[in-house]
């Protein structure tokens, strides 16, 4: 087989869980206590600023109790190690993946440490709370920001460079995530149509299993380690 050189990974929450962030669709259906339509949708920001503001900015500071885990620190020493093209593309808000050394590295449904001005649209970096309406470090207006989240409905970040990536594919990897939100569930489609290798690492098999070609079932802190020592070894086997 041909060596691998260019490769797209898309991360979700399952490769965070085991450092102690709920992922979204849990077994009671909620993330951290909400319905995701009472939290992360336009609408919602517009009927209950407060609900949502107070939402984000206790997941923002969340953040500061939790650590990288082993995934984050393998797919780190994968983009450090890989002389050819690497991508990874998560749908995480948190910051794991870069606290844990990534560079090459799309947030592609924003980031909690990011604020979004209404005002002006300046995207800044935010670490403090939203709800007392601290003022836009761009435009000065103050009660305009929002949390720097890609809603329900509203458009993912930076498609073009990802699917310029896909398209050079020749591997595409998808962990930790259920393939149930678009267009991250359609990158596997994207992937195959130039021929790559597709592989999905996940807890237990996700809705897309079926269109990858390779899979391996279990915990994220285990089998994503496991295969970027696999790859660094012989990148001709994925
Ligand atoms: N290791 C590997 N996979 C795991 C682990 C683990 N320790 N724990 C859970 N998983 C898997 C689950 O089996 C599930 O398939 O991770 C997946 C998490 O799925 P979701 O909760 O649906 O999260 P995700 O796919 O990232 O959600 C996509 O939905 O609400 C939106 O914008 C939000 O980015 C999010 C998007």
């Known amino acids: 087989m041909t060596a691998?050189?260019?490769?797209?990974?898309?991360?979700?929450?399952?490769?965070?869980?085991e450092s102690g962030l709920a992922t979204f669709r849990g077994p009671d259906g909620l993330w951290e206590g909400h319905r995701v339509e009472d939290v992360c949708t336009p609408e919602a920001l517009a009927r209950d600023p407060e609900l949502v503001l107070r939402f984000y900015d206790a997941r923002r500071a969340a953040l500061a109790t939790v650590q990288p885990n082993p995934a984050h620190r393998a797919l780190a020493r994968l983009d450090r190690a890989w002389p050819g093209e690497l991508l990874i593309v998560t749908q995480n808000v948190d910051d794991l993946h870069e606290r844990a050394g990534a560079k090459r590295l799309i947030?592609?449904?924003?980031?909690?440490?990011s604020a979004l001005c209404r005002a002006c649209g300046a995207r800044e970096r935010f670490a403090g709370s939203m709800l007392d309406g601290p003022p836009c470090a761009a435009c000065g207006q103050a009660g305009a920001?929002?949390?720097?989240?890609?809603?329900?409905?509203?458009?993912?970040?930076?498609?073009?460079?990802?699917?310029d990536a896909l398209l050079q594919a020749d591997l595409f990897v998808s962990i930790g995530t259920s393939g149930a939100v678009y267009p991250a569930a359609g990158f596997v489609q994207i992937a195959r149509t130039v021929g790559a290798r597709t592989l999905e690492l996940n807890l237990e098999p996700s809705a897309g299993s079926s269109l990858f070609?390779?899979?391996?079932?279990?915990?994220?802190?285990r089998i994503v380690p496991e295969w970027v020592e696999r790859l660094l070894a012989r990148p001709d086997l994925v």
């Open 145 to 163: 920001l929002r949390p720097d989240i890609v809603f329900f409905g509203e458009i993912p970040y930076r498609m073009d460079e990802i699917e």
């Open 107 to 113: 947030h592609i449904h924003g980031e909690l440490l």
């Open 4 to 17: 691998i050189r260019n490769i797209v990974i898309l991360t979700g929450a399952g490769i965070s869980a």
């Open 213 to 221: 070609e390779q899979a391996n079932y279990g915990p994220a802190s």
